[in-house]
C-alpha cells in the first residue's frame, strides 16, 4: 500500500506571496490532518479535514486554510507569506475509526519544507 | 498549560544500552491514547508504540516499551539495546477522546544520538 504523499517536497517563496501544498493520504483513509513543524516548537495542529469538512481547527491565523477533496486528497494553501511561516509541513492520514486503540494512529507523509525569502 | 512535556531536547547513549525518553501529559479526560514517534532526518514521521489511558499493561513494540506511570501521568519510552540507526528525533503524542475533535498534541521532541 502506497503510504501519504505529500507535493512538493521543497519550496521556496517570498514574502507576500501564496503557497499551495498537496497531500494524498493511504488508500481508505477519511482523515487528514496538517502539521507546521519548527525547531524547538515540535509540531502544531493546523487542521483536521474528514469526509471533505473541516472537522478540527488549530491556533493559526485565516491566512492557512485548506481542504479535502472527495477522493480523500487535500490541499493546504497559505497567503501572504511571512518569514515566520518558513517550516516542515506535514500531513498525516488515518483510518479515524471511532474506536479508541491503534487504528487512530497517524501515518505521516514526508514533508513539505518551505522556506520564505 | 502544555498537553505534553518533553524536557530532554538532546540525549546521548552507546550503542547496545538502554535509553528512557522522558514524557508527561496534562489531561482531564479518562479516555485518551499515548503515541511515541520517531523522525528521521528524512523528515517523515513513523509511529513506534501506543498506550490506551484504560491498558493494565505496558506496550511494547519489539525494542520499545511504553513505561505507562498513570497516577504520575507519565509516559516514557524505553528503547532497548540501542542500534545507530535509532539517532533522531523522538516525538510522544496524545489524543483525548471524549474532548470534541480530539486533536493529537504533540511535545517538542527529543534528539536521541547513538554513540558507536
Known amino acids: 500500500k502506497a503510504g501519504v504523499t505529500q507535493t512538493p517536497r521543497y519550496l521556496i517563496k517570498t514574502r507576500g506571496q501564496q503557497v499551495t501544498l498537496s497531500c494524498s493520504p493511504i488508500?481508505?483513509?477519511?482523515?487528514v490532518s496538517w502539521y507546521q513543524q519548527t525547531p524547538g516548537q515540535g509540531l502544531q495542529f493546523l487542521f483536521e479535514?474528514?469526509?471533505?469538512?473541516?472537522?478540527n481547527k488549530g491556533n493559526f491565523p485565516g491566512r492557512f486554510s485548506g481542504r479535502q477533496f472527495s477522493n480523500s486528497r487535500s490541499e493546504m494553501n497559505v497567503s501572504t507569506l511571512e518569514l515566520g511561516d518558513s517550516a516542515l509541513y506535514l500531513c498525516?492520514?488515518?483510518?479515524?475509526?471511532?474506536?479508541?486503540?491503534?487504528?487512530?494512529?497517524?501515518?505521516f507523509g514526508s514533508g513539505t519544507q518551505l522556506s520564505v525569502l | 498549560a502544555q498537553k505534553i512535556t518533553q524536557t530532554q531536547p538532546g540525549m546521548f547513549v552507546q550503542e547496545k544500552e538502554a535509553v528512557t525518553l522522558d514524557c508527561t501529559y496534562d489531561?482531564?479526560?479518562?479516555?485518551?491514547?499515548l503515541f511515541w514517534y520517531k523522525q528521521p532526518s528524512s523528515g517523515e514521521m513513523i509511529f513506534l508504540i501506543y498506550?490506551?489511558?484504560?491498558?493494565?499493561q505496558n506496550a511494547t513494540e519489539g525494542r520499545y516499551s511504553l513505561n505507562f506511570q498513570k497516577a504520575r501521568k507519565s509516559a516514557n519510552l524505553v528503547i532497548s539495546a540501542s542500534q545507530l540507526g535509532d539517532s533522531a528525533m523522538y516525538f510522544c503524542?496524545?489524543?483525548?477522546?471524549?474532548?470534541?475533535?480530539?486533536?493529537?498534541?504533540f511535545g517538542t521532541g527529543t534528539s536521541l544520538t547513538v554513540i558507536p
Open positions: 498506550q490506551g489511558s484504560y491498558d493494565q
Open positions: 489531561t482531564s479526560d479518562p479516555s485518551y491514547g
Open positions: 488508500s481508505g483513509h477519511r482523515s
Open positions: 498525516a492520514s488515518s483510518l479515524a475509526n471511532s474506536t479508541v486503540g491503534t487504528n487512530e494512529k497517524l501515518f
Open positions: 503524542a496524545m489524543r483525548e477522546y471524549q474532548r470534541p475533535g480530539n486533536q493529537f498534541y
Open positions: 479535514y474528514f469526509s471533505e469538512t473541516q472537522r
